[in-house]
């Protein structure tokens, strides 16, 4: 394997929603208003076509479960520019189907067939990329940008990709 970088598979939530950019969360955020009733047409237009895959993902939590989410984690990983850029795109559906980074399954799917193991049509993978050896499968990571929580992420896979 040429890379000594880790990717990890993930379910997480969205903790964070609102004005700035890169706010994500846990695979579950936190958003005071759904995107439904700040942009009525909107919602009514995106309501007549199908998500890709079929399922619109919003993985956004609960004001009230924020706290807790935070405090259940063992780990922190500081996010750069594109990953928390795809942190925000897991958490608001803009990479439906997916509920998280990709397993190794899924990444060597995408790179190989551009197509998910669903044969849903994928891409870009999307994956966790590390150099912190320290993190292990099972453990829950805080995913923060420029001091913002933006997810809890809950590790369930790691895989060195054969670059």
Do not use: W
């Amino acid at each position: 394997r040429a890379s000594s970088s880790s990717h990890m598979f993930a379910a997480f939530v969205a903790l964070s929603g609102g004005a700035q950019a890169y706010q994500a969360g846990t695979l579950r955020s936190m958003r005071s208003t759904p995107v439904q009733q700040q942009q009525p047409r909107f919602a009514m237009m995106a309501s007549k076509q199908e998500p890709h895959g079929g399922t619109l993902v919003d993985l956004f939590a609960a004001e009230a479960e924020i706290e807790a989410l935070v405090a259940s984690c063992d780990q922190t990983i500081e996010l750069n520019d594109r990953q928390s850029c795809d942190t925000q795109l897991l958490c608001n559906g803009g990479f439906s189907p997916l509920t998280g980074f990709m397993t190794e399954d899924e990444y060597t799917s995408v790179v190989e067939n551009m197509r998910l193991p669903s044969d849903v049509i994928m891409g870009l993978p999307v994956v966790m990329d590390t150099f912190d050896s320290s993190i292990e499968v099972g453990k829950k990571v805080l995913l923060t940008y420029q001091g913002t929580n933006m997810a809890v992420m809950t590790v369930t896979s790691k895989f060195t990709p054969d670059k």
